[in-house]
């Protein structure tokens, strides 16, 4: 079974640093792109950033480019978001999803884990 | 504002048609395809709809997706109230060098 969780979220304050962490299991986890998504209180959502198999291409929104820091560890199964110099409106849920082949779409996401972005 | 335009609600009663409208440019949904999720409150979202018209196992034949130039729609018929929920459309955007999503729309069963 085909399995994402997501960590590391919490209480930050403004221009402190979090990194998320998303455990996966089930699946090849080396031979899959990544990406993570996020959704502000109430809002709709923003992709935040995506990584390839080997890492070769990343891909940042602009709301988190040169802030924000994608990488995966194909050993481990798991995929991080180093997020630095964060604001009040890098608070959301962020979610991990899993790219499938031939432009299939994001079909398997994790539960999400809470950022908070607060002084 | 997304660069992905949706209206932020729609209704429809149970057994209706109802079909949600995503509104893009040439940059995404004009040259690359369109995907729908669905979120429920408080849970994370689930592909509906995927290569523009594409729906992945287990999910019903009465959600449907279609696009034309740079506008995509998802048609639900036989509307039923597990199906009020939150429509995303998305597309990845070869201007920005991401995935760019509608805003979402709200869908109330009646």
Same mark, same amino acid.
């Given at each position: ?11 930050? =304050? ?28 109430? =809002? ?6 995506? /990584? ?5 291409? /990343?891909?940042?929104? &602009? ?6 820091? /994608?990488?995966? &560890?194909?050993? =481990? ?12 409106? &890098? ?7 899993? &790219? ?20 | ?9 729609? #209704? ?12 893009? #440019? +040439? ?8 995907? !729908? ?19 992945? +196992?287990?999910?019903? %034949?009465?959600? $449907?997706?279609?696009? +034309?130039?740079? #506008? ?8 039923? +109230?597990?199906?009020?929920? %939150?429509?995303?459309?998305?597309? !990845? %955007? %070869? #201007?920005? $060098? ?13």
């Amino acid at each position: 079974e085909v399995q994402l969780v997501e960590s590391g979220g919490g209480l930050v =304050k403004p221009g402190g640093s979090l990194r998320l962490s998303c455990a996966a299991s089930g699946f090849t986890f080396s031979s899959y792109s990544m990406n993570w998504v996020r959704q502000a209180p109430g =809002k709709g959502l923003e992709w935040v950033s995506s /990584i390839s198999s080997s890492s070769s291409y /990343i891909y940042y929104a &602009d709301s988190v480019k040169g802030r924000f820091t /994608i990488s995966r &560890d194909n050993a =481990k199964n798991s995929l991080y978001l180093q997020m630095n110099s964060l604001r009040a409106e &890098d608070t959301a849920v962020y979610y991990c999803a899993r &790219d499938e082949y031939y432009s299939s779409g994001w079909l398997y996401w994790g539960q999400g884990t809470l950022v908070t972005v607060s002084s | 504002q997304s660069v992905l335009t949706q209206p932020p609600s729609a #209704s429809g009663t149970p057994g209706q048609r109802v079909t949600i409208s995503c509104s893009g #440019s +040439s940059s995404n949904i004009g040259s690359n395809y369109v995907y !729908w999720y669905q979120q429920l409150p408080g849970t994370a979202p689930k592909l509906l709809i995927y290569r523009n018209n594409q729906r992945p +196992s287990g999910v019903p %034949d009465r959600f $449907s997706g279609s696009k +034309s130039g740079t #506008s995509a729609s998802l048609a639900i018929s036989g509307l039923r +109230s597990e199906d009020e929920a %939150d429509y995303y459309c998305a597309a !990845w %955007d %070869d #201007s920005l $060098s991401g995935q760019v999503f509608g805003g979402g729309t709200k869908l109330t069963v009646l």
